[in-house]
């Protein structure tokens, strides 16, 4: 089979590098063709800068799309598919935002469109939603979706770093994306958290600004260390659940005691989790960034297509409604400006530095959050896991 790589940076050199060491089972993978932008001088054998060189050989059976961002990487994409080339990608951005116009154009040109590493990096998570949603409805989401920031966090909590030398290091790994701010900010989880919830609930969910997403740019080496004095670990999640019609999803930092799975899970580890009725709660963990975790997902999709393993069709029909107030949660807020009146109609009490407020519904917290940055910029909030009976960390779900 004859495969063509779109852009050559660390995911798509990975992919290479492992079908050049042909494995018994990659020994049928030809990469013929790696494109690279006409502005970077040619590398290998395989380079070209002509895209419709490659649209254009009847000989390319699937293409591989690492180049990342959205534009030229949704058209080259959309125009692969119509040139009856099977797509894979590990571009987050682009499948958020297009995974509904991707699908419908990959079923109009009988070739499939799949994407396992964009969600979790090496951790068979998407494979694992579709089997789950086969049987059951999943109706919560929830992980440590990004391993940079996990990196970061981890690494600042047992050395001591400061953020910026750690965010370096995860850089330096590979783990960082080109503009680290998704990473940190939150935005790279959020997409993570469309691309899951589209398949689990079977309903396209857009990433749009106005979904409360939080991230760590502004925790201190001080708050983690207040907080793992007391027994609790920082990690930025991402979370969803659907009821009946209504589905939330939020990424923020969240504290968790130390015995939980969530504050054992270190460097640039995922731990992602779903809920079915029948199944309960699956967890899955592994290496959610890295070149070669990375690229043995995008090598799975691959061997997928040429043993005919067909994954679960959606069609992205069910009709469900975002609330961003479906579920409530425990903050601590610190900031210098004088923000408790805010939180009047809730219960407060000053724990140290921060400010506690009890059970307040999410996308209220997040909207009066946005307020209180706008006067302090550093301000910055975490919300408190709550554990449920069967020891699932979890927000309440208000009534
Ligand atoms: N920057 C991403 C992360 C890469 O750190 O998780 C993998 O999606």
């Given amino acids: 089979m004859n495969i063509a790589i779109l852009g050559f940076g660390t995911v798509g050199t990975g992919v290479f590098n492992i079908i050049k060491k042909v494995y018994h089972l990659t020994e049928n993978l030809h990469v013929k063709y ?58 987050k951005a682009v499948i958020a935002c297009y995974l509904e116009e991707f699908t419908k154009v990959a079923t109009e040109n009988q070739v499939h469109f799949y994407f396992e590493s964009s969600v979790g990096g090496g951790t068979p998570w998407i494979s694992e939603i579709e089997r789950a949603a086969r049987v059951d409805d999943v109706d919560r989401i929830q992980g440590i979706f990004n391993g940079t920031s996990n990196f970061i966090l981890d690494q600042m909590k047992q050395s001591g770093a400061t953020f910026d030398d750690v965010l370096g290091q995860a850089q330096e790994l590979g783990y960082a994306e080109a503009d680290p701010s998704a990473d940190i900010d ?40 207040t907080f793992a004095r007391q027994g ?36 640039n580890y995922n731990l992602i989790s779903l809920h079915g009725q029948t199944v309960g ?22 061997l997928d297509i040429m043993q005919h393993r067909d994954h679960l069709e959606r069609g992205f029909e069910r009709r469900l409604t975002f609330q961003a107030n479906l579920s409530k949660g425990d903050y601590l807020l610190r900031s210098t400006i004088n923000f408790q009146w805010l939180f009047s109609n809730y219960d407060m009490r000053k724990v140290g530095e921060y400010v506690l407020i ?27 896991a709550a554990i449920s009976n069967e020891g699932v960390v979890q927000n309440a779900i208000l009534n």
């Fill in 281 to 302: 709660d699956l967890r899955f963990i592994g290496q959610g960034a890295g070149q070669l975790p990375t690229a043995n997902a995008i090598i799975q999709d691959i």
């Fill in 358 to 384: 009890h059970q307040i519904p999410v996308g209220l917290m997040h909207s009066l959050m946005k307020n209180i940055q706008e006067k302090d910029p550093y301000a910055w909030m975490v919300s408190v």
């Fill in 186 to 225: 939150g935005w790279d989880i959020a997409n993570k958290l469309c691309i899951s919830c589209d398949i689990a609930y079977d309903c396209f969910v857009s990433p749009r600004q106005d979904l409360p997403v939080f991230g760590i740019r502004n925790i201190t080496a001080a708050d983690i260390s």
């Fill in 34 to 91: 790696v494109f690279v932008r006409e502005n970077k001088k040619d590398q290998l054998a395989e380079t070209t800068a002509s895209f419709d060189e490659i649209v254009n050989d009847p000989e390319i059976e699937v293409v591989v799309e690492v180049l990342g961002g959205l534009e030229p990487a949704h058209q080259y994409i959309l125009s692969a598919l119509r040139h009856h080339k099977h797509v894979i990608t590990a571009n």
């Fill in 232 to 267: 609790y670990t920082v990690k930025l999640m991402g979370k969803s659940h659907q009821i009946g019609t209504a589905f939330d999803y939020v990424v923020e930092p969240t504290l968790y005691p130390s015995y939980t799975f969530e504050a054992n899970t270190h460097e």
